[in-house]
């Protein structure tokens, strides 16, 4: 290779490297405060304490005011015919939420997660809680680990 094509190429990876970065700084800083609104089916009773539960490094703040970012979402109860539970076709929890940028209105992060076990199907619990733990481990993944 010429030493000007390799010179073009390691341009293009620390542009690539320090845009990744910038994104990253865009995204949601440690600390910062977080207000989780009401939602449909009370999913949020069970998101604010999965996130202190895993330690993710922001704050819950009960005031909307407060808050550098808020979570928006809701959740639905599924039907429980006998064919799902048997069969394992659908969950009987699911839940949405998006992460909002108070300041930009821009959304930073959306998850959405169901409770159906995928060993035991409809046959092991699930419910709400469930629901709110994987939307917050996969918040956790997605924002704070490198």
């Given amino acids: 290779m010429t030493k000007k ?6 341009g293009a990876i620390c542009a690539i490297l320090v845009a ?3 994104l990253q700084a ?19 009773s069970f998101i604010a304490p999965e996130i202190i539960k895993r ?11 407060q808050a550098d970012f808020v979570l928006v979402g809701e959740s639905v109860k ?5 064919h799902h539970t048997v069969f ?3 969950d009987k929890n699911e839940g949405a939420v998006q992460l909002i940028d108070v300041k930009t209105k821009a959304i930073v992060w959306a998850g959405e997660a169901g409770d159906r076990s995928m060993m035991w199907g409809g046959w092991k619990r699930g419910g709400q809680r469930k629901v709110a733990d994987r939307i917050v481990n996969q918040m956790g993944k997605d924002l704070f680990k490198k």
């Fill in 78 to 82: 599924g039907d429980d015919k006998w």
């Fill in 55 to 65: 330690k993710l490094p922001v704050v819950v703040v009960a005031d909307e005011n």
């Fill in 88 to 90: 394992g076709g659908k």
């Fill in 20 to 22: 990744a970065n910038a």
């Fill in 5 to 10: 094509f390799t010179g073009s190429i390691l």
């Fill in 26 to 44: 865009q995204g949601v800083p440690r600390n910062s405060k977080v207000f989780i609104t009401e939602m449909q089916g009370g999913l949020h």
